[in-house]
């Protein structure tokens, strides 16, 4: 079975210790199984060249400051695989390295979908010195993956900007809404040019999207659609009026 292609919404790493956003990746990796290893673009990985992780053992990063130290503590020990990270050099000319590991991004999401962390993973950075349509470039390179049992995912937000996060909740900024709905939207409907030129998506769009880092890993994910996969959505909510968890699974 071909996996499908995932995008998280992440949101704060306290979710790595539960909730429902928690319980919406488990419902997730119960209806998916589990694949033959996981390549991962997350929003905290930014390089100046493409790299990709190597390590039988990848390490669990904590990229992250004054949380409590029950969620410091925390590891997913994931095995890696050198297997898969040349595979992806191949497809993409990013380098192994042992210089990086699982960040947040990755394992708070992943502790949930598979606890026993017995699915390889491995991360692929963002290449900052790629534009957009670089980026599309090598998103195209990865899909042979999928064929050969490898889910390819990204973490990061749909809508991502901390300067707005009211720390006590409360509803969505409308401009949130409107940007959230128009991504889906364009999902739906398979259009990647869209997605690609985010900022003609919705009025204020950069409002949503202050910085690209969390926008990026969804093209990694939308880039794989292929014809008759079907487009779902989970945890489909705005946390603090600008922190979209919205996530979307492809195929």
């Given at each position: 079975?071909i996996p499908p292609a995932v995008f998280?919404?992440?949101?704060?790493?306290m979710n790595a210790l539960g909730g429902?956003?928690?319980?919406?990746?488990?419902?997730?990796?119960?209806?998916?199984?589990?694949?033959?290893?996981?390549?991962?673009?997350?929003?905290?990985?930014?390089?100046?060249?493409?790299?990709?992780?190597?390590?039988?053992?990848?390490?669990?990063?904590?990229?992250?400051?004054?949380?409590?130290?029950?969620?410091?503590?925390?590891?997913?020990?994931?095995?890696?695989?050198?297997?898969?990270?040349?595979?992806?050099?191949?497809?993409?000319?990013?380098?192994?390295?042992g210089a990086w590991g699982l960040d947040?991004?990755?394992?708070?999401?992943?502790?949930?979908?598979?606890?026993?962390?017995?699915?390889?993973?491995?991360?692929?950075?963002?290449?900052?010195?790629?534009?957009?349509?670089?980026?599309?470039?090598?998103?195209?390179?990865?899909?042979?993956?999928?064929?050969?049992?490898?889910?390819?995912?990204?973490?990061?937000?749909?809508?991502?900007?901390?300067?707005?996060?009211?720390?006590?909740?409360?509803?969505?900024?409308?401009?949130?809404?409107?940007?959230?709905?128009?991504?889906?939207?364009?999902?739906?409907?398979?259009?990647?040019?869209?997605?690609?030129?985010?900022?003609?998506?919705?009025?204020?769009?950069?409002?949503?999207?202050?910085?690209?880092?969390?926008?990026?890993?969804?093209?990694?994910?939308?880039?794989?659609?292929?014809?008759?996969?079907?487009?779902?959505?989970?945890?489909?909510?705005?946390?603090?009026?600008?922190?979209?968890?919205?996530?979307?699974?492809?195929?």
């Open positions: 079975m998280f919404g992440h949101g704060s790493p429902p956003y928690a319980d919406g990746w488990r419902l997730l990796g119960e209806e998916i199984g589990k694949p033959r290893g996981v390549m991962m673009v997350s929003a905290h990985w930014e390089t100046d060249g493409l790299a990709v992780t190597r390590q039988a053992r990848p390490r669990t990063i904590h990229d992250f400051g004054g949380f409590p130290a029950e969620l410091h503590a925390h590891q997913y020990p994931a095995p890696g695989s050198p297997e898969l990270a040349s595979r992806v050099g191949e497809l993409t000319g990013a380098i192994p390295t947040h991004g990755t394992w708070s999401v992943l502790s949930h979908v598979w606890p026993e962390a017995d699915v390889p993973v491995v991360q692929l950075s963002l290449d900052r010195r790629r534009d957009v349509a670089g980026h599309l470039e090598i998103a195209r390179r990865l899909g042979a993956l999928r064929d050969e049992g490898v889910m390819i995912a990204g973490s990061g937000d749909f809508v991502h900007n901390l300067r707005t996060w009211k720390q006590d909740g409360g509803a969505a900024y409308p401009w949130a809404t409107g940007f959230n709905e128009a991504v889906k939207a364009a999902l739906v409907r398979d259009d990647l040019d869209a997605l690609a030129n985010w900022v003609g998506l919705a009025e204020d769009a950069q409002l949503s999207v202050p910085t690209d880092e969390h926008f990026l890993p969804l093209l990694y994910v939308a880039a794989q659609r292929r014809a008759g996969d079907a487009v779902s959505f989970f945890n489909d909510v705005i946390e603090g009026g600008s922190i979209s968890m919205t996530g979307v699974r492809i195929g």
